[in-house]
């Protein structure tokens, strides 16, 4: 019954930045956003990062690393993605995901699979 919305989409240019918000709603805290991925026409869709939900602890993808910084919002149930450095091979509908944790999880899930509540995507695109 969670909905997730990102936002903060758009059309940028090589070596601009786009900071991504993922709004989680619902009457309860049943599935927390923990995770961000992507896919690209034709490709697969992929883990950009995740976070664990109590202490924050972080994965990030070898593609994004060091430009790319996940955060999250407890108090609000949001995520965040803040991504520098675009790059146009960066351009993809991004999505937002959520599953249910416990507060104290320090686990982070890298794989679609784990979770089972998305958003409806943002698009971002890097070109010039």
């Known amino acids: 019954q969670v909905q997730l919305v990102e936002s903060g989409g758009g059309l940028v240019e090589p070596g601009d930045f786009l900071r991504l918000s993922c709004t989680a709603s619902?009457?309860?805290?049943?599935?927390?956003?923990m995770g961000w991925f992507r896919q690209a026409p034709g490709k697969e869709r992929e883990c950009v990062a995740s976070?664990?939900?109590?202490?924050?602890?972080?994965y990030h993808a070898d593609f994004v690393k060091g430009r790319f910084t996940i955060s999250r919002d407890k108090a609000k149930n949001m995520l965040f993605l803040q991504m520098n450095s675009l790059k146009p091979e960066d351009t993809a509908v991004y999505f937002c995901?959520?599953?249910?944790?416990?507060?104290?999880?320090?686990?982070?899930?890298?794989?679609?699979?784990?979770?089972?509540?998305w958003g409806q995507g943002t698009q971002v695109t890097v070109s010039s």
């Open positions: 976070i664990s939900w109590s202490l924050g602890e972080t």
């Open positions: 619902g009457g309860t805290f049943s599935r927390s956003p």
């Open positions: 995901a959520a599953r249910a944790a416990r507060s104290w999880s320090t686990s982070i899930y890298q794989n679609s699979y784990d979770y089972d509540t």
